[in-house]
């Protein structure tokens, strides 16, 4: 029976159901102390000096300023900007001075007090609206994390071609990805000068080989366990490496266990966002609808450090034009610095924005050349053969337009097109149904997976009672997605063993190979594979060991967890327990082999952007009510190929719950910077979409498996937050006959935009 | 301020705590009490991932003050839901309808349905969102909760 392609039901549900999972803040550290970051007070300024008020005991606390660094006081991340404690400019409110580490949160918070600081406040420029606007006036003053563009073709020839040209300015907030759980790492010193960091992560070795220039520790002396963990969806790729430096330090200073949990106004203020974007889409095209041109200026707010900028600009510029034909192609990707919290990483990775604009444009451009949007897209979709905007060309086994065609079909999106109200004044209740069709590539970009080598093994050993186990060994985290339930479904079909034969723990760097960052929907698709591999190799073995041992040399089958030569037949439990007894616990591992066939220049942008697409196509039809411009998703019908589904039911999870996100960053979530602070920072202010909140759903996969990679999946994580915002968009223009070019889209930004179309 | 005593029958079990009269119900679970399951997600009664049942109403434990709760109260958490008929058979259709992901708002989440379940064993999907308006989940889009209450609820009919 195989596992994989069946709704197994999630393997760590009943720890969940019945509260007996402990997340980080569940455990017991006793006798752990508990720390708090001291922040800057200003956006920009300059640090000249740090007092501590001798009214206070200090001999009950340990603060831990940037001296105590022992290494370079400095944040590994792509781009290496960021000190870990600020000793000098400081580039943000709320950018940690200090550390106060105590036996209890409340005399930290107080000792906390009695810190104060000497600061030359500097002038600041904190949105990315002002950034925008000097950049049309005076590009010099500002400041450029990074860079990259994409070139196909002549632009200026493809305007030339084009009968129209079209050009507009899309721009999109930040985006707080509001995982349930909190920030939150514990730090536990060694006798021997090593540390044991352990909380809610991503990414454990990230945390565990970023932070060791930091600590000036050798990679033995750290050592990094994932707590289970509540959420992260991007907020909990790179933070963690702060924060597992902030608590680190404080461990080391004050030689106790250090406990560093956040609460949710403190994460909400001080934890990474979704870059917000400005983007400005000139295209030119034909009178028959044909796209000649694309120019794409795609800026993003950094905020005060470059961090992983440039990663996010990447998949954004890649994700900027995408799943059309043109020949002449022109992306600029830029990102500035705000003195505001720097952004971060969140579910999308760019491609939100970057389709956002796209999406939009394409019903412009549709109903300027008088074409309806999905005629208009149905004329420029790929197929397999054509190339992308980085002259990829697309395998047969992608499902381009085909996602497209079933999603008009299933919603009958021509009858639903001829309902749309457009504005007029007599009806109590516009009706819109607004249409988006895109891609997102899966895995690192490029050859990134061939350079990152990613492995992952399997550990065949005794249980606690005494039975044979096979354990995943991967630092691919569960943290909601269902890896750890879809990981052992592939590796049972790989060994040709039941399920239950195989566990997962949580990862643990002293334990787990690298198989990277549970990031960039890569963990099916790679990781998946990975150990897929693991499986055959540990099936092998136990063929070659059961053919002597229990066959008398004949050749042996493991199949349905039954080992057979001839007529012969012994379970797998029976050989893998002589197995054990004679040779102890066995490791077998594997590393990923990215297609050779992927050529990918990282300087140009040219060549094959991604192994593999996933592909999806999504409908949404809301209501608007004249009278109070409230805006009702009525429905979300979409239809994804992300191919070969493991476990359907977690697969359409991943589909649901990614779309409240993206339902929440279209209409709901707004959040700003004002003074230098966000100004929507608790639950109360910033919304996500309730129960009550949420449209009705109606999805479906077509599965084009990835057939380089068995058992073919391809990634699923991010898909389903690319492609609303510029539906809804769609949705509103087509009920209320209005672009709306900003996200989210609220009553009060829709009544404002109705009222200037009114001036004017 | 003076600590008081009280008397509660928790998850069955008659326990005593003797704590400041403002604490927080989530900390005397808690902290005081070892109930982890009980989560909290935003210490401010938005979240809902707190949401316990006292004397069978759902309330948000981080916004009511220990003193607050009667001698007597019944108080029913997470952990106190496999001693039930109702709460093993929510427990299963949150299962069997994949309505978990990472399970940090589940503890809160479960605790509304019990108690919506146990006063309307026919709720409609209207009612079912109601119910749980006040427990927010960024994992799933709710739709496979709404699922797993329907699911309970139809078991019990």
């Known amino acids: ?75 590994h991340e792509i781009i290496k900007d960021m000190p870990l404690l600020c000793d000098d400019e400081i580039q943000y409110l709320g950018e940690p001075l200090a550390l106060v580490a105590a036996p209890t949160k409340d005399l930290a918070r107080e000792a906390a007090g009695y810190i104060t600081f000497d600061i030359e406040e500097l002038p600041s420029i904190q949105t990315l609206k002002e950034v925008i606007a000097q950049y049309k006036t005076d590009e010099g003053k500002l400041h450029k994390f990074c860079a990259q563009t994409i070139v196909k073709g002549d632009i200026e020839k493809g305007f030339e071609e084009a009968d129209y040209i079209i050009e507009q300015e899309y721009w999109a907030g930040h985006h707080e990805q509001a995982y349930l759980e909190p920030q939150g790492l514990v730090a536990v010193p060694g006798e021997d000068g090593s540390v044991l960091i352990e909380g809610s992560m991503q990414c454990p070795y990230f945390v565990a080989l970023e932070l060791l220039p930091t600590l000036n520790l050798p990679p033995e002396k750290l050592r990094v366990r994932q707590a289970p963990t509540g959420g992260a969806f991007g907020g909990k790729e790179e933070f963690p490496t702060w924060l597992g430096g902030y608590v680190a330090l404080m461990a080391m200073k004050s030689k106790r266990t250090v406990k560093l949990i956040y609460d949710r106004h403190e994460d909400i203020r001080y934890t990474t966002k979704r870059h917000p974007s400005w983007s400005r889409y000139k295209t030119g095209f034909k009178k028959d609808g044909a796209i000649t041109a694309v120019k794409v200026e795609f800026f993003l707010d950094g905020g005060a450090y470059g961090t992983l900028s440039s990663i996010v600009l990447a998949r954004g510029v890649l994700h900027a034009f995408i799943g059309y034909r043109c020949d002449n192609v022109f992306i600029d990707g830029r990102v500035y610095r705000t003195h505001s919290f720097p952004c971060g990483a969140f579910r999308g990775f760019g491609a939100p924005q970057a389709i956002w604009g796209l999406e939009s444009q394409m019903d412009l451009m549709a109903r300027a050349c008088d074409m309806t949007p999905h005629a208009f897209r149905l004329r420029n979709a790929v197929v397999p053969g054509d190339t992308t905007a980085t002259g990829q060309t697309l395998a047969e086994c992608e499902a381009c337009g085909t996602v497209l065609e079933r999603t008009l079909e299933k919603c009958d999106f021509e009858a639903k097109l001829a309902r749309c109200t457009r504005g007029a004044q007599d009806a109590d209740t516009w009706y819109g149904v607004g249409l988006a069709f895109f891609a997102h590539g899966s895995a690192f970009t490029g050859d990134g997976e061939a350079r990152f080598k990613a492995k992952a093994a399997l550990d065949l050993a005794l249980d606690d009672a005494e039975r044979p186990v096979v354990l995943i060994r991967c630092s691919s985290v569960e943290m909601g997605q269902g890896a750890h339930t879809v990981l052992p479904q592939i590796v049972a079909d790989g060994l040709c063993a039941d399920l239950r034969f195989v566990q997962n723990p949580l990862p643990d760097t002293a334990l787990v190979p690298n198989s990277g960052p549970t990031v960039a929907s890569r963990t099916t698709m790679i990781v998946g594979n990975t150990l897929y591999g693991a499986g055959r190799k540990l099936k092998a073995k136990l063929e070659a060991y059961a053919s002597a041992r229990f066959f008398e040399s004949q050749a042996a089958i493991l199949k349905d967890s039954v080992f057979s030569a001839g007529h012969d037949r012994v379970d797998f439990e029976e050989v893998a327990l002589a197995y054990l007894k004679e040779h102890g616990p066995v490791r077998v591992e594997h590393q990923y082999e990215l297609d050779p066939k992927i050529a990918w220049n990282q300087e140009t942008f040219e060549g094959d952007a991604y192994p593999s697409y996933s592909w999806g196509c ?143 | 301020m003076k600590e008081v005593t009280r008397k509660w029958i928790i998850n069955g079990k008659e326990r005593q705590v003797t704590c400041p009269p403002l604490r927080r119900l989530l900390d005397v679970l808690r902290e005081d009490l070892h109930l982890t399951g009980t989560k909290e997600g935003c210490g401010e009664g938005e979240c809902g991932a707190c949401t316990v049942l006292v004397n069978g109403d759902p309330v948000v434990s981080c916004l009511i003050p220990a003193g607050q709760v009667p001698d007597g109260a019944e108080i029913l958490t997470v952990e106190g839901l496999e001693e039930t008929d109702l709460g093993r058979l929510l427990q299963e259709a949150y299962l069997e309808k994949g309505a978990v992901q990472c399970g940090f708002c589940i503890p809160g989440m479960i605790m509304s349905s019990y108690a919506l379940l146990q006063r309307n064993a026919t709720p409609t999907e209207l009612e079912i969102r109601e119910a749980h308006a006040g427990n927010l989940c960024r994992c799933t889009g709710y739709v496979k909760i709404v699922e797993a209450v329907q699911y309970a609820a139809s078991k019990l009919s």
Do not use: C
């Open chain 1, 618 to 760: 999504n409908v949404v039809e809301l209501e608007i009510d004249r009278a109070t411009l409230q805006i009702e998703v009525k429905k979300v019908t979409g239809v994804f190929d992300v191919g070969r589904v493991i476990n359907p039911m977690l697969a359409m999870g991943q589909l649901e719950g990614g779309f409240l996100q993206a339902f929440g960053y279209a209409l709901l979530e707004r959040i700003g910077v004002r003074n230098g602070a966000y100004d929507a920072d608790r639950f109360q202010t910033y919304i996500i979409p309730t129960m009550l909140d949420a449209p009705p759903f109606d999805f479906e996969f077509m599965e084009y498996p990835y057939t380089f990679s068995p058992p073919g999946a391809k990634g699923i994580g991010e898909l389903p937050i690319d492609g609303l915002s510029p539906a809804v968009a769609n949705a509103i223009e087509m009920a209320a006959g209005i672009r709306m070019t900003e996200i989210p889209v609220t009553p009060e930004s829709l009544f404002e935009a109705l009222r200037k179309q009114v001036k004017s």
């Open chain 1, 1 to 75: 029976m195989a596992a994989v392609g069946t709704s197994v039901p999630r393997r760590d549900g009943r720890e969940k159901v019945t509260g007996r999972t402990a997340y980080i803040d569940d455990m017991s550290f006793p006798g752990a102390w508990h720390g708090v970051v001291v922040r800057s007070p200003v956006a920009h300024g300059r640090l000249k000096g740090r007092h501590l008020d001798p009214a206070f005991d200090w001999s009950q606390v340990v603060v831990v300023t940037p001296e105590d660094i022992p290494g370079e006081n400095l944040v």
